[in-house]
Every structure is written in structure tokens, then in C-alpha cells.
């Protein structure tokens, strides 16, 4: 299983756009104008199906961005939301989200996140499934410029972008690492992770 997280690994971070700098100062009118409505002025989104942006690794925003530009990550809402953005303007956002302070959240279902701590801790051996913790590191903090930030997201678009990587809807992983991951989890092991990625900090 290591040799795979490495293999896999690997194939992720040659797909991570490179790190540019980017002006969180030119950023913001842009949040101000455009992202702020669906994700916060300060990233942190108010709405569960929208994620939090807030202290997320730069290079992957930029990636994301970039991806939804050029139609390797579909979604209506963000298409043409990006469509006039300029390769500055995206890494602008990229460092001003980055820059801002994730809030802590409280997860809500206690049994729930019984069952995804052990999950994201461990994996599932049986299923072949690998420990979240192992790539997005045990607090959710992710690995720059690897993985991206999973805590304090909100459980709902966890979840949603699992089955999005399981149906194959969103495709932009390196390696197909987490679309080969996602299919090996059930619902319930997803909702699962979802609600004991939500109230990690």
C-alpha cells in the first residue's frame, strides 16, 4: 500500500499547477466583484455546498482555477465565473485566499465521526482503501504543494466531490488517485469521513 500512496503520489504532483506568485492585494477586488458571494469575502464559505477557500494551499487554487478554465473540472456555476480570468488574476486569487484565516467548525454527528476518524486515521484494509491522514496529513492541513487542506470543509461538499470522483464527474486528480480512492468507499464510510473531516482544525 506505501508503494502505491508513493506511486500515486508522484502522479498527483506532476499534474500540480507550477507555483507562481500571485498579489493577495490584487486579489481581492476580485473576491470582492466575484467569489465572495458564493464563498466569502474572507474565503470562509457560509453555505455548505460551496467549500471554504480560506488558508487553502495556493498552488492548488491556482490548479482548481486553471482546470475550471480550461474544462478539466466542470461546474456550471464556476465556468463562467473564470472564463475572463487572466493567468495573474487567478494566482492574485490564489494567494489572497490562501493568506486569509480558516474558521473552526464543530462537526455534528458524533457517531458518525467515530466511524470516519477511523477511516481517515487507518483506511480500510479490507477494502483496499488507503488512511486520509496519509496524504492530507493527520490535522486535515494537507501537504503543500501536494494535497490540498481538508479542515473545517464543509461536510456536505466533501461529500459531493467524493461522489463526484467516483462517478468519474470530476476528473482533475494526478493519477486518477482519488477516483481509483473513492470507488472503494461506500456511502455510508463517505459520509462518514466527510463529518470527521468537518471538524478538524
Known sequence: MKHLIVLLSS???????SAETGDAAK????????CGACHGADGNSTSPIYPNLAGQHPEYINKQLNDFKAGLRKNATMAPNVANLTTQDMLNLA??????????????????VAEGQKIYKGGNPGSGVPACASCHGPTGAGIPVQ??????????????????????????????????????LTDHEMQAVAEYISGLR
Open 147 to 184: 494535497f490540498p487542506r481538508l479542515a473545517g470543509q464543509h461536510s456536505k461538499y466533501v461529500l459531493s466531490q467524493l461522489k463526484n470522483f467516483r462517478s468519474g464527474d470530476r476528473a482533475n486528480d494526478g493519477g486518477k488517485m482519488m477516483q481509483v480512492i473513492a470507488r472503494k
Open 95 to 112: 494567494a489572497y485566499f490562501s493568506a486569509q484565516q480558516p474558521k473552526v467548525r464543530m462537526a455534528k454527528d458524533a457517531a458518525l
Open 11 to 17: 502522479l498527483f504532483v506532476a499534474g500540480v499547477a
Open 27 to 34: 486579489g481581492q477586488p476580485i473576491v470582492d466583484k466575484v
